[in-house]
T-cell receptor, first 111, second 114 residues
Framework: DAMVIQNPRYQVTQFGKPVTLSCSQTLNHNVMYWYQQKSSQAPKLLFHYYDKDFNNEADTPDNFQSRRPNTSFCFLDIRSPGLGDAAMYLC??????????FGPGTRLLVL | AQSVTQPDIHITVSEGASLELRCNYSYGATPYLFWYVQSPGQGLQLLLKYFSGDTLVQGIKGFEAEFKRSQSSFNLRKPSVHWSDAAEYFCAVGAREYGNKLVFGAGTILRVKS
């Protein structure tokens, strides 16, 4: 029944060691988003894919990259995680600019 | 610039009491409005949304919200709160003119006391 799935739910990585977070969806939505949410803060949009078109937010660090190999999957790559990148990462999907549906999130810990 | 304000960082209500969470927005376009709820360590769950039409919107878990254009508000209400409603609530606003971007409020943490 799951609609937006994120794996893993918890990820521990070392300072500077690349890490990839995964998102998949069964809704066949054409838009997929990645958000970063730090403790007690609102989600912050990093980037989104509208179909195959990648849209980066102006203030998203170069350290964060994304791939969308097909409609169902989207990946968030953090090339060299720093301590400040520890956060909850949320994936969301929508059909065009309609309602966004969120996954359960991946909690990233950087040691 | 677009902004969303949730004036209350924390709210505590007694179980069974009524609840109103406030949301005000500043937008240069006709807004789409959403309320999401987030339990600790979880993602955001959509409670309700307003795109057009009837300004009183019913959502899941007994929540409702009313869009008041004159006040630029979209307050969330529930007549009788349950202990399981304790969570963080986010108001979010989008608009067709701004593409896919949602602007979130800072969130309101709801505590329910028995």
């Amino acid at each position: 029944d799951a609609m937006v799935i994120q794996n893993p739910r918890y990820q521990v990585t070392q300072f500077g060691k690349p890490v990839t977070l995964s998102c998949s969806q069964t809704l066949n939505h054409n838009v997929m988003y990645w958000y970063q949410q730090k403790s007690s803060q609102a989600p912050k949009l990093l980037f989104h894919y509208y179909d195959k078109d990648f849209n980066n937010e102006a203030d998203t660090p170069d350290n964060f990259q994304s791939r969308r190999p097909n409609t169902s999957f989207c990946f968030l790559d953090i090339r060299s995680p720093g301590l400040g990148d520890a956060a909850m990462y949320l994936c969301a999907t929508s059909r065009d600019i309609e309602t966004q549906y969120f996954g359960p999130g991946t909690r990233l810990l950087v040691l | 610039a677009q902004s969303v304000t949730q004036p209350d960082i924390h709210i505590t209500v007694s179980e069974g009491a009524s609840l109103e969470l406030r949301c005000n927005y500043s937008y240069g376009a006709t807004p789409y409005l959403f309320w999401y709820v987030q339990s600790p360590g979880q993602g955001l769950q959509l409670l309700l949304k307003y795109f057009s039409g009837d300004t009183l919107v019913q959502g899941i878990k007994g929540f409702e919200a009313e869009f008041k254009r004159s006040q630029s508000s979209f307050n969330l209400r529930k007549p009788s709160v349950h202990w399981s409603d304790a969570a963080e609530y986010f108001c979010a606003v989008g608009a067709r003119e701004y593409g896919n971007k949602l602007v979130f409020g800072a969130g309101t943490i709801l505590r329910v006391k028995s």
